[in-house]
């Protein structure tokens, strides 16, 4: 079945940097791939997400990137803020069953 | 748009009880609802698929007769844990998707802290 792997599992930037989280996927039929913040005793919050038939995606200071022969897919965000300390999912749907698989998360602490 | 309540947000109660946990799509239809568990620092494990008006799909080492699903309208979802324990403790997480042959994002409910004494 589909495996995603995530990282790094922590991540500290200092406000004002970028931050980048890396997935792999190894299902080659995924065609989709979502990204989640999850706050402390919340639910998961979609915030980004790419289709197999686009290679980047931008929204704001959020970006993500898709390269579909290596299997890899990034998320970016740029000028962190203290806000954006949280801990950040990628997961990828296995084709026609539509189920997500998620990746192991990475927790992300924006220092001001 | 596309909002999913979960209800209760936190429930404690005695080993050997049955607990019921209701998840609702407020603005759309949901015709496939996935049920999550989450321990803690970990990641999210998909436990059902929920579709309107058929049975549930449960993954593999997830008991179906301990973790009963409902989902008899486009709307609600339900998800009993019965004779609960100390180790079915977790976070349950609902998520919901209104478009049943797409892939649409699925969108969470804030989830349910479950602490069995």
């Known amino acids: 079945g589909e495996n995603v792997e995530q990282h790094p599992s922590t991540l500290s930037v200092q406000e004002g940097d970028s931050a980048v989280i890396k997935c792999t996927y190894s299902?080659?039929?995924?065609?989709?791939f979502p990204w989640y913040k999850q706050e402390l005793g919340k639910g998961p919050q979609l915030i980004i997400d790419?289709?197999?038939?686009?290679g980047e995606k931008k929204d704001q200071r959020i970006a993500v990137t898709l390269n579909k022969t290596a299997k890899h897919f990034s998320l970016h965000i740029t000028e962190t803020q203290p806000e954006d300390s949280a801990v950040y999912f990628c997961?990828?749907?296995?084709?026609?069953?539509?189920?997500?698989?998620f990746g192991s998360g990475t927790r992300l602490l924006v220092r001001p | 748009g596309a909002v999913v309540s979960q209800h209760p947000s936190w429930v404690i109660c005695k080993s050997g009880t049955s607990v019921k946990i209701e998840c609702r799509s407020l603005?759309?239809?949901?015709?496939?609802m996935f049920w999550y568990r989450q321990f803690p620092k970990q990641s999210l494990m998909l436990m059902a698929t929920?579709?309107?008006?058929?049975?549930?799909?449960?993954e593999q080492g997830v008991e179906k007769d301990k973790f009963l699903i409902n989902h008899a309208s486009l709307t609600l979802s339900t998800l009993t844990v019965t004779s609960a324990h100390p180790e079915d403790s977790s976070f349950y997480i609902c998520?919901?998707?209104?478009?049943?042959?797409?892939?649409?994002?699925?969108?969470f409910g804030d989830g349910t802290r479950l602490s069995i004494l």
């Open positions: 790419i289709r197999s038939n686009v």
């Open positions: 603005d759309f239809q949901a015709t496939t």
């Open positions: 929920s579709n309107e008006g058929s049975k549930a799909t449960y």
């Open positions: 998520s919901a998707r209104d478009h049943p042959r797409s892939n649409q994002p699925q969108h």
């Open positions: 997961a990828a749907s296995i084709g026609s069953s539509y189920k997500l698989i």
């Open positions: 299902d080659s039929a995924s065609n989709y």
